[in-house]
């Protein structure tokens, strides 16, 4: 049996618990795998301004895979906190990502007068990238284990 199918006053306490860690869940996931991949490509001299006499590829591909992990892991870790629905929750928080990295990358960067550039729009397609890394992930295990589960 399912524990987090359980009727009783505890079980419900639990579920209640965890739905409230899906937002610090997925932020931790996010900081872990900021501090994580930031320090293996700080190790390799891909991570920002570790070496400026790297190619354009290394810079690209740092920054593609540094931004890309975090958002995947912030849209898992929120996800596998769900006590039910995790794919329905793993597509929520992948959109919010997209959105935030919209607004924060793109429109308010309009709004504060900035010159909106290439970089911009490169971060926040890799972000928007790793969220739905992240929710492809989810929706994979969950398929899964309901196919293994017949």
Known sequence: MNPSSDTSAGGRHIDV???????????????????AVGAILHEYGLGAGSNPERSVFAHYSGMV?????????????????????QRTTAIVLAVAVVCVSLMTH???????????????????????AGALVGAACICWHVWRNRRRQK
């Open 65 to 85: 895979l540094f931004y890309v992990s975090r958002k995947a892991a912030f849209v898992v870790a929120g996800a596998k906190m769900a006590p039910r629905h």
């Open 17 to 35: 618990l965890r739905w409230l860690g899906v937002v610090p869940a997925a932020v931790l996931g996010d900081l872990s795998a900021q501090f």
């Open 106 to 128: 793109v429109v308010g960067q309009h709004l504060a007068g900035n010159r909106v550039g290439s970089v911009n729009y490169m971060h926040m397609l890799a972000e928007s």
